[in-house]
T-cell receptor, first 111, second 115 residues
Framework: GESVGLHLPTLSVQEGDNSIINCAYS??????FIWYKQESGKGPQFIID?????DKRQGQRVTVLLNKTVKHLSLQIAATQPGDSAVYFC??????????FGSGTRLSIRP | DSGVTQTPKHLITATGQRVTLRCSPR?????VYWYQQSLDQGLQFLIQ???????AKGNILERFSAQQFPDLHSELNLSSLELGDSALYFC??????????????FGPGTRLTVL
């Protein structure tokens, strides 16, 4: 069946280093892949998305990479800051099954 | 602040009861989505409305229903509540453009506790 999963449930990163959060997906028919950030006590916040016909997209301090060969998605955060501490969800969207979220990775920042 | 508002922030009720959660989308957004976030199920899409009409259904139980009113606010009705319905319920809104997927803006959520 369709599933979106995350390789690591928790990730601890030194402040200032780059963070890489990974995600595996199984539905090759998904049109978009999206990353959300959820801080404690708040709703998910859109970070960046990538269309299925692209392999890389950059935003402000974030880069999403899509490898359709191995059905892998990653979010890279440059120069990680304390404010980046949150749970990060990947999600996939298709017109058939709408949006399916992964289980989330908690990112913690070491000072 | 996403511009999406949800009320109430917290709700405590008993099994068998019925509750209504309310959502006001961002100004100009015609599409409203409801999600359930629980510890064991993660974030699950329930239902989408667009300009008053149901657009898509996800994992929504028959005991749950939703509607979107002419002023575009939406309500999620949960009835015959069970302990397992305890969760965070999020509303999100988006514009509907040429893309099939459009960025969704989430509200702060309603925490429902069923005792």
């Amino acid at each position: 069946g369709e599933s979106v999963g995350l390789h690591l449930p928790t990730l601890s990163v030194q402040e200032g280093d780059n963070s890489i959060i990974n995600c595996a997906y199984s539905n090759s028919a998904s049109d978009y892949f999206i990353w959300y950030k959820q801080e404690s006590g708040k709703g998910p916040q859109f970070i960046i998305d990538i269309r299925s016909n692209m392999d890389k997209r950059q935003g402000q301090r974030v880069t999403v990479l899509l490898n359709k060969t191995v059905k892998h998605l990653s979010l890279q955060i440059a120069a990680t800051q304390p404010g980046d501490s949150a749970v990060y969800f990947c999600a996939e969207y298709s017109s058939a099954s709408k949006i399916i979220f992964g289980s989330g990775t908690r990112l913690s920042i070491r000072p | 602040d996403s511009g999406v508002t949800q009320t109430p922030k917290h709700l405590i009720t008993a099994t068998g009861q019925r509750v209504t959660l309310r959502c006001s989308p961002r100004s100009g957004d015609l599409s409203v989505y409801w999600y359930q976030q629980s510890l064991d199920q993660g974030l699950q899409f329930l239902i989408q409305y667009y300009n008053g009409e149901e657009r898509a259904k996800g994992n929504i139980l028959e005991r749950f229903s939703a509607q979107q009113f002419p002023d575009l606010h939406s309500e999620l009705n949960l009835s015959s509540l069970e302990l397992g319905d305890s969760a965070l319920y999020f509303c999100a809104s988006s514009v509907v453009g040429r893309r099939s997927y459009n960025e969704q803006f989430f509200g702060p959520g309603t925490r429902l506790t069923v005792l």
